[in-house]
C-alpha cells in the first residue's frame, strides 16, 4: 500500500484507504505471537511483520504451532520448545489447536466451533488473544484488532466470539476484458478504468489487485466475481483458452481469503465449445460444462464458480430453448457441485421490450412472476441473486417480495455499491443507511425475519457490484470508499448501525480524526458524519420524489430528465399528468404488485392510507394535491424537499472547504472531494430546477409555503425581467 | 456505373441512381459530333461514346475544332478538312470558336456570351445543337439532352439558353477520415460509410468516386466539400502532409467539372504550424495560412477553398482570440484571394452552453445578432455561409432574417439532404418542396425579391450537406436519391417546380416509367409521385407540431422524444405547460426575434393573427385552445395531424406493396423501401402516440373530432380494459 504503481510521483500513489499506516499504529507498537500455519495466516504474519516494522513493535510465528505440546502453561513465562510463554506477548493471533492453550488463558469457555471464518477475541491480563478454527478467523480476528487500535490493548474485556451472518459476502465486478463499444471498460464504472483489466488483456497490476484484496478482507468481504455479468465475446473466452488470466488473479486473492468468481455466457457451449446448442437439458451441453469446470477448478483449486445473467436485457438463456431458469441454473450447478462451487444465478428478469402504452404490464413484478413458481426447484448450490428492490438500484424502493417468497431456495441480496443511480460517484451518498433498511426489512411485520436473516438462513448471499476501479482513490469520489467498506461490514454483520460502520471508516481513513486527539480532529470527524450521514436521504430529496424513481437521463443515467423514460420500452414510467402521478401498483385498480407481498405489507402498501410516505408513488398515482402524513400536500412536498436537498448539499460543500484549513485532510484528496462537491451541487441545482419546473408546468400549482421561514405565499406566481415566475414570499424561489 | 465495386455479387453492385444505361437510349441511338478540346470535353465524348455504344450511335470527335477553318459551311454535306458537314450528325455539341459554324445553323442568335457554365440548345432541321463557350457548359448541355431522352431528338424547338442562377453549387460532406468515437465515420451520415474515407485512409475506390463525380454533373452540382466541418485531428492534417489524399479526390472530381473544398481547422496555425497563436491578426499566422495556401493550390490549381464552422459547438475561432468573424473569414480570404479560392464561412454560430431557465436568450436570433454588425466587412472571396432557418435543419422553420440582412455580403443558403431531422432516410421525406419554398421566400413582401435572387445576386452559393455515401443505393433510402437530384436541379434553377424535378428524376431513376409506355409505367410513376410529392408535409405532420421544432430523441436525433431538450443547453424549447405551448420571439412580450426581419414579414411575424399557421408556435406561446386560421384549435390540430400523418404514411406503405406485382422496380431496391416503410411506419406511430399522449396528459383535453368522420366526441375519454383511454366517438382513436 502507498506505493506508487506507475510512477514515483506522489500524485499517482494508490490511495490507502481505510488502511493507511497510522492504522496499524496500536497493533505495530506490540509484541505479537502468532501461531498457526497456511497460507492465510502467513498472511497475517506478513501483515503484523510489516506493521511492526513500523510502527516499533515485533512478531513472533509459531508456524508449527498446531503440533505446539499441550502441556505448555499458558501465561507462564515460557514453554518447553524454548518459545516465550503467551505473557510475553501483548497480542496473540493463534490457530486451530495451536490455540488451545490460549483459550483458557482468555478466559473463554470454548463452546462449539467458531466455523470456518469466525473467532474469538479477549483481553486479560494484559494479553489480547484472537483465536480460530480456521485461519481465514484469524485473518479477520487480526483485522478486528486492527480496527480496534489502541482500544484492543487497554481495558480488559471479556471473550466475543464473531461469526459472519452470511457465508459469502461478495463484490461483482462488471469489468469488461475489452473496451466495450458503449459500456467501455467497466459498465456502469465511474472510477477509472478496470483493477483487472485494461484494453482486452489482464492488466497485471499485481501490487493493485494485492492492495484490493487486503482492503477487502479487511473489511470482511470473500468473494469476487471478476467479469461483467454481461459477457461480451472476448470475455466468454475467461471460461476457458483465457482461464490463465482468472487463475492469475486467483492466486493474488487467495492469501486474503477471497475466493474467485467468474460471469459466464449461458451460450457459452455454442460459442466456445462449438455445439449446436446450448440447451440445458441437452446432454452433449451437461458435458461440455462438466468438463470445463473441471479444468476450472484443475487451475483454481478454490474457484468460486459463476454468476449468469440470462435472459436479461440481451442476454442469452434458457428460455431461448424452451426451459426454465431452474433447469438452466441446475445446469451450471450440476456441473460445480463436485468441486464445491456456487452458481448466482441474477433473479433480473423482466421485459426490456415493453409497449410504454401498455399500463398492464409491470416490470416491478417481473422477478416475482418468474422465479417464484420455481422454489424447491434449485439444485443446493444454485443461489439466486435478486436485486434488493423489484425494479433496479433506484434510490428508493421497496424491498423486493422475491425475497420472501421463495423459502426452500438459497437466495442472495444484490445491492450496487457502484452509484449508477445515486450520483455516480460525484455526488457523496453514503449508502450504509439505504443497505440497512433493506437487511433489516421484516417482509412479515414486526415479528417476523429480516431480509437479511431470511438470506443467511437460506444459505444465501450479499451481493455488491463493485464501485472501485483504477483510479488512485480507488472509487472516484474519495468518500465513496465508505460504501465499499460498509457493504463488507454489513454482509459481514447486518445489524451493525450503519453510522457507526460509518464512523470506523472514518476513524481507520483519516487518522487525523483521532490521532490529532484534538478539536480540529473532532471537527474533521463531525464534518464527515455531517456530511454524510444523511447523504443518501439528501440525494433522494433533490431526485426523482416519494420512490416514483428513475427520471434520469437514458442511457448514462446521470442527472435529471423527467419524460427521460417515459415513452421508452424499459418499463420505468411516472404516468405524471396535469392531475397527478405515481404507479398505481394496487391489487383494486392497479397492476396488483402489492399482493406479491406477505401480510402485513401486502395491505399496508395497498392502503393509500397506510402507504409510507416515501413509497407513495411507487404503489399509488395519486393527485398533487393528495396529503402525506408528514402534512404536505404531494406537489408541495416535492417542492420543499428539491429546495431542502440543494440547502443541504451547499452546507456539506461550505463544511468541506471549512476543514481544509485545520490541514488534517491530505490536500489531493481534500481537491477531489472539493471538486465533486462542487459538481453535486450544480447537478443537484439541475435536479432541483428541472423537477420543480415540470411539476409546475404541469400541475399549475405554486409554491405554497416557505420550508425556511414556514411563511405562506398563497398568491400566483409572477413573472420576473428574466420569464423567470417567483412566488411572491420573500423566499424568492424560482420556478421556470 | 453498375460495375461491381467489390465483388461481383450482383447485390454488391452499385445502384446507377439517375443515370441508368437506359437514360442514354435517345442520346446513345444518334450519330453524335462532339467540337472542342479539354478535360471536360473529353468527358463529354466519353460520355457519348459510352451511350452510343450500347445503343448503336456513333460518336465524332474534333478535338482541334476551336481551330476549325471558320469558312467551313454550316448545315452543308462536308466541310474542307474531310469532316462530315452538320448535317451528317443528329446531335452536335460545340465548344467556343468550334461552336461558331453551329450558331448560325441552329438559328441562335449570338448575344453575349453564355458564361462559364451555361449553353444554348436548339434543335433545327432534324439536328440538336448544343452550344457553349466554357467546357463545363458543354457538359451540361449534354446531360440535359440526356434528360430530355426522345424529346431532344422529336420536335424542332427554338432555342434556349441555360445558365446557372448560383454560381457556385456545393454539396458539404460531413465525413470523417478516421471513425469519430461518437460521430462515426459520417456525422449525420445514413448512407452507410463515407465515399471518399474509411477507418483513417482514403478509401481509394476511385470507380465510386467517379461514378459520384458523374452523377453530381448530370444535376448541376460543381463543388465538393470533402470533410467534415467538425475538423478532427486527423482530418486536420488534410491541409498539409494529407493534402496528397485531397489532390487524388480532386483529379477524380475535376473531369465532371467539380472543385474540391476542404473543411479546415481555425487553429491550424497551432496544431500543424507549431505556432503559439491563431490569432488572425498575427503577421505569423497570416504568413502561415498563405503559405499553407500556395501549396495546396501547388498540388490542386483548381482547388475551391475552404469551409470553416468556427466558435460554434467547440470549435475553436477567432472570437478565442477577441477578433470579429469577419476578421478569421477574412485571414482565410486572404490566403486564397491570389488563386482565385472561396472561403465559406459558417454562420451556424450560437451559444449552445444557454440555460434553458434563461428565457430571454434566444438561439434563433444567433447568427443575424453574430453576423449583420459585420455586413461589408467581408473580404470579396469571403462567403457567409447560412442555414435556411435560424434554428438547425427542423422541418419547418421560418427562413433565416440573416439572408435579408447582410446586402452587401455575399451569401451562401446551406440546406441538409442528409436527413438529420427529417427521418434519417429511413423516411421518405422528399424536401424538394421545402428548399423551393424556401428559395422563392420573399423576405421583403411579394415585391421583393426571392431568397435565392438575394444569394445569387450576392454572388453567392447554394450549398447543401450531403446525403450520399458509400451505401449500394447511395443514400440508405433509394427514393433519397430524389433530394440529391433535386439540390442539385434547384440549385441550378431555383424557379424550377420540385414536383416537375422530382418528376424528372423518376423519369431517369425508373426507365420503367417511360420506356414500358404501360399503364403499368404510369402507375409506378402515379405511385411515386403519390408517396413522394408531399412526404415532407407528412413528415411535419406526425413530428413537432407547428414549426416549434425538436422534440427528438438527444444525440442521434432520431425519434419522438418531446422534452428531449427542454432541460437541456441548446436552445431548443418549446415550454410547454398545462395551458398551453411555444416561444415568444415577438417584440411585444418575447425574445424579439420577429424584430430580425424586414417588413412586411416583421409585422406579420409578430401578429398572433397574421402568423402563418405552419409558424405559429416558433413564434408565439398559445393556448391550447388558440383557434388556428383553419379552425382547428391548437389542441385538436395536433391530433388530427399526427393522425393523419400516420395514415398517410400507411397508405404510403401499401401503395409500395402494390407496385411489385407490376416487376418495373428492381427487386433489391423495392425490398429496401420496403422494409424502410416499414421502420417509418412504426417510428410515425411512435411519434403520433408519444406527442399525442404528452399533450393529452398535459392539456387534459380530449380528443374533440374524428378527422375521418367529422363526428364529434365531446365527451370525457374513459379507460379501456389495458388503461388506455378512448374517445368514445367510432373512430376509436386511442391516447394512453
Not at 19 to 27: N, T, V
Not at 173 to 191: A, K, L, M
Not at 542 to 563: E, K, S
Request: charged share 25%; net charge negative; glycine share 10%.
Amino acid at each position: 500500500m502507498g506505493k506508487p504503481v506507475t510512477t514515483s510521483d506522489p500524485a499517482d500513489e494508490v490511495h490507502d484507504a481505510w488502511l493507511p499506516s497510522e492504522s496499524f499504529r496500536a497493533l505495530g507498537a506490540r509484541r505479537v505471537l502468532v501461531r498457526g500455519g497456511g497460507t492465510l495466516v502467513e498472511t497475517v504474519v506478513r501483515e503484523a511483520e510489516a506493521a511492526c516494522e513500523r510502527h516499533g513493535g515485533s512478531v513472533r510465528h509459531q508456524a508449527h504451532g498446531d503440533r505446539a505440546p499441550a502441556d505448555s502453561v499458558p501465561g507462564d513465562g515460557g514453554s518447553g520448545d524454548g518459545t516465550p510463554g503467551d505473557g510475553a506477548f501483548d497480542l496473540i493471533l493463534a490457530l486451530g489447536r495451536a490455540a488451545a492453550p490460549s483459550w483458557a488463558a482468555a478466559g473463554i469457555e470454548r463452546d462449539g466451533t467458531l466455523g470456518a471464518e469466525g473467532y474469538a477475541l479477549a483481553r486479560r491480563g494484559g494479553v489480547t488473544v484472537v483465536l480460530a478454527d480456521e485461519p481465514a478467523g484469524l485473518l479477520y480476528g487480526f483485522f478486528h484488532v486492527v480496527r480496534l487500535g489502541e482500544a484492543a490493548f487497554a481495558d480488559a474485556f471479556a471473550a466475543q466470539r464473531h461469526e459472519p451472518a452470511l457465508r459469502e459476502r461478495m463484490l461483482d465486478h462488471w469489468d469488461n476484458v475489452d473496451v466495450h463499444p458503449v459500456t467501455r471498460q467497466v459498465e456502469r464504472g465511474y472510477s477509472g478504468g478496470s483493477i483487472f483489466w485494461r484494453d482486452g488483456v489482464a492488466r497485471g497490476d499485481h501490487d493493485r489487485v494485492r492492495a484490493y484484496a487486503r482492503l477487502l478482507a479487511a473489511c470482511g468481504i470473500n468473494a469476487v466475481a471478476v467479469n461483467n455479468v454481461n459477457v461480451h465475446a472476448t470475455e466468454t473466452r475467461l471460461l476457458t483458452d483465457r482461464l490463465g488470466d482468472v487463475a492469475a488473479i486467483a492466486d493474488l486473492l487467495r492469501p486474503y481469503g477471497i475466493r474467485v468468481h467468474l460471469s459466464v455466457n449461458f451460450a457459452s457451449p455454442v460459442a466456445l465449445g462449438g455445439l449446436p446448442t446450448a440447451d440445458p437439458l441437452d446432454e452433449a451441453v451437461r458435458s461440455w460444462w462438466a468438463e470445463t469446470t473441471r479444468r476450472v477448478y484443475a487451475s483454481i483449486p478454490d474457484f468460486g464458480g459463476y454468476v449468469v445473467k440470462a435472459d436479461s436485457e440481451g442476454q442469452p438463456g434458457p428460455f431461448g430453448y424452451g426451459r426454465s431458469h431452474a433447469e438452466g441454473a441446475n445446469l451450471l450447478a450440476e456441473a460445480l457441485a463436485p468441486f464445491g462451487g456456487t452458481v448466482h444465478w441474477r433473479a433480473f428478469v423482466y421485459d426490456h421490450r415493453q409497449d410504454w402504452r401498455d399500463r398492464s404490464t409491470d416490470r416491478a413484478r417481473a422477478a416475482y412472476d418468474h422465479f417464484t413458481p420455481l422454489d424447491g426447484l434449485f439444485r443446493q448450490n444454485a443461489v439466486l441473486q435478486a436485486k434488493y428492490g423489484p425494479m433496479d438500484f433506484q434510490a428508493r424502493e421497496p424491498v423486493s417480495p422475491v425475497l420472501a417468497a421463495m423459502p426452500a431456495t438459497r437466495l442472495a441480496v444484490e445491492f450496487q455499491a457502484t452509484q449508477e443511480y445515486t450520483g455516480q460517484q460525484w455526488h457523496v451518498c453514503y449508502l450504509g443507511p439505504l443497505w440497512s433498511e433493506v437487511l433489516g426489512f421484516r417482509p412479515w411485520g414486526p415479528d417476523g425475519r429480516t431480509v437479511a436473516e431470511v438470506a443467511a438462513a437460506s444459505g444465501g448471499a450479499l451481493v455488491a457490484v463493485s464501485n472501485a476501479g483504477a483510479d488512485r482513490f480507488w472509487t472516484g469520489h474519495p468518500l465513496a470508499q465508505a460504501n465499499l467498506y460498509a457493504f463488507g461490514r454489513l454482509a459481514w454483520d447486518p445489524r451493525l448501525d450503519p453510522i457507526a460502520v460509518l464512523d470506523e471508516w472514518i476513524t481507520l481513513t483519516f487518522p487525523g480524526c483521532s490521532s490529532a486527539q484534538s478539536e480540529a480532529g473532532e471537527r474533521l470527524r463531525g464534518t464527515l458524519h455531517a456530511m454524510m450521514d444523511e447523504s443518501w436521504r439528501t440525494y433522494e430529496q433533490y431526485t426523482a420524489p416519494l420512490g416514483v424513481g428513475f427520471m434520469v437521463r437514458p442511457g448514462h443515467h446521470y442527472g435529471p430528465d423527467v419524460d427521460g423514460y417515459e415513452y421508452t420500452s424499459w418499463g420505468t414510467y411516472h404516468f405524471a399528468d396535469r392531475d397527478g402521478l405515481g404507479v398505481d401498483r394496487t391489487r383494486a385498480t392497479g397492476t396488483g404488485f402489492t399482493g406479491q407481498y406477505p401480510k402485513p405489507w401486502s395491505d399496508t402498501y395497498e392502503s393509500l392510507d397506510q402507504c409510507p410516505d416515501e413509497l407513495l408513488l411507487f404503489f399509488h398515482h395519486v393527485p398533487y394535491t393528495h396529503l402525506l402524513h408528514n402534512g404536505s400536500t404531494v406537489i408541495q412536498h416535492i417542492y420543499d424537499t428539491h429546495f431542502s436537498g440543494v440547502e443541504r448539499v451547499a452546507r456539506m460543500r461550505l463544511a468541506w472547504e471549512q476543514i481544509e484549513a485545520d490541514g488534517l485532510v491530505d490536500r489531493d484528496l481534500f481537491a477531489r472531494v472539493r471538486d465533486r462537491l462542487d459538481e453535486q451541487l450544480r447537478c443537484a441545482r439541475e435536479w432541483r430546477d428541472q423537477i420543480n419546473t415540470y411539476f409546475h408546468r404541469k400541475s399549475g400549482i405554486s409554491y405554497q409555503r416557505c420550508a425556511d421561514t414556514g411563511a405562506c405565499c398563497a398568491e400566483e406566481r409572477r413573472p420576473d425581467e428574466n420569464g423567470a415566475s417567483h412566488c411572491r414570499c420573500r423566499c424568492r424561489r424560482i420556478f421556470f
